[in-house]
């Protein structure tokens, strides 16, 4: 094994619960959740642990854990 950077994991759970008038709504309101999970995800907003997961208006549709961790030494010629 070379002397390369360490392998990093992102453990996540995403617990969203949405309830509204008809399928198609709440399938755009959890797909936008997840978006704003996403963004804040690649604005590394996150830290390890629970946060909220609210709507538009600030209501609470869930959570999602992060544990950010790192491993074994990774090689970039490993398959």
Do not use: C
């Given at each position: ?15 969203i619960e949405c309830a509204g008038p008809a399928q198609r709504v ?15 995800l690649e604005r590394d907003e996150f830290q390890d642990g629970h ?29």
């Open positions: 094994m070379s002397g390369g950077p360490m392998t990093q994991y992102i453990h996540r759970d995403i617990e709440l399938s755009g309101w959890t797909a936008r959740a997840l978006r704003q999970i996403a963004d804040k946060h909220d997961v609210t709507d538009r208006h600030g209501k609470k549709l869930g959570s999602v854990y992060f544990d950010f961790s790192e491993g074994h030494q990774y090689d970039d010629n490993e398959s």
